[in-house]
């Protein structure tokens, strides 16, 4: 027996010409539209089913894509005169920003124009914008940002949420955002069924706040009919583990956790390159470990899976990391590509609104 697919009946994929078309906030990021049309090159040499449209100042993008001829015939420019900054205030940006290029990015998908948002810039903006044109599914009080997060399990990656959409979580909001990410897991990760766990301070079903032992039992509910195996509560050791494929956690939390884990990621990678440099032994064994080390940071490369899902929305948007370069960014198209292409968004809204009682789901 099989899982069944999340949804039975769904939606036409937004497409240019037989390829999925991407929306991309060209001008978000710190390093520019630049690296943001250098990855989209990149993707397009990759993957020849997708087309962009790109959102920014048209002065500014139509030499860079001019450059790029993997993008000919396969790029629309939208001007956007103005761009949202990394320092711009959320509620500053929904009530001025109308004429951003993060703004119609998003109007790309809002219509039906494009399939996907793929952006750089602000989190808290582009969350903000988001819930604000796409709004949230029917079922979902709060919506979640998605991670993959590096991991023992074969996949290499874990799914963890939230990250950061929202501090607070109740037991209901734990409930949906397990749903949702197993939804991902399963159509971004090629997982049939994912292993969900619940961060907490231990693993014991005594411990922790009375929201979290209430989802708990939500979680729990769920397990028969939502194809997933709910472990139960599960440490901070196991974000990176093998004893779940979804970590469901506050967005507090979670966003602690992840900045956390690059810190400290960052720093071993410092203390291992002095080391390295110590004595005239230690950098003969760097030689000598060098395709070691090269497989080791391949394996572990934050730009191979750049991109945090905002889940819970009618419509699927993509947030790549703010640093990212041309091929963190085209990792983020990737996935996006990829969740379009699996129909993705029209299954998580099924999944969630199996949760609603039948009056709820008939409105």
């Known amino acids: ?184 897991a399963r159509n971004g990760m090629d997982l049939p069924r994912p292993r969900v766990g619940l961060l907490n301070v231990g693993t014991e079903e005594h411990k922790g706040r009375v929201e979290l032992k209430e989802a708990h039992d939500l979680i729990r509910a769920q397990e028969a009919n939502g194809w997933f195996d709910f472990v139960g509560f599960v440490e901070g050791g196991d974000i990176s583990g093998d004893v779940a494929d979804v970590i469901v956690t506050d967005g507090f939390t979670g966003n602690v956790a992840i900045k956390t884990g690059e810190g400290t990621a960052n720093l071993i990678g410092r203390r291992l390159r002095e080391a390295f440099k110590y004595s005239l032994l230690s950098r003969l064994a760097s030689v000598l470990a060098y395709t070691s080390l090269v497989r080791l940071r391949e394996t572990i490369d934050p730009r191979r899976v750049n991109g945090g899902v905002f889940l819970g929305l009618n419509g699927t948007v993509v947030k790549s990391h703010g640093s990212a370069d041309a091929t963190g960014v085209s990792a983020a198209i990737k996935l996006a590509a990829r969740l379009s292409q699996n129909q993705f968004n029209d299954k998580l809204a099924a999944r969630v609104a199996s949760t609603l009682p039948a009056e709820e789901t008939t409105q």
């Open 1 to 184: 027996m099989t899982a069944p697919t999340d949804h039975n009946t769904a939606k036409a994929t937004a497409r240019s010409d037989g390829r999925t078309l991407i929306s991309v906030d060209a001008m978000g990021g710190d390093k520019g539209p630049a690296a943001v049309v250098a990855g989209c090159s990149l993707s397009a040499q990759i993957n020849p089913d997708i087309a962009f449209v790109l959102h920014g100042d048209s002065a500014v993008l139509e030499p860079l894509v001019a450059k790029r001829p993997e993008l000919a015939g396969r790029c629309t420019l939208r001007h956007a005169a103005e761009v949202v900054t990394m320092d711009d205030k959320p509620s500053h940006v929904v009530r001025t920003g109308k004429n951003t290029s993060m703004w119609s990015t998003i109007e790309s998908v809002r219509s039906g124009e494009a399939a996907v948002a793929v952006s750089c810039g602000n989190t808290g903006a582009l969350m903000a914008m988001s819930m604000i044109r796409l709004r949230k599914l029917p079922g979902v009080n709060r919506p979640a940002i998605a991670v993959l997060y590096p991991s023992a399990n074969p996949q290499g990656f874990n799914v963890m949420l939230d990250v950061g959409a929202d501090i607070r979580a109740d037991a209901d909001d734990l409930m949906r955002f397990a749903l949702m990410g197993v939804s991902y």
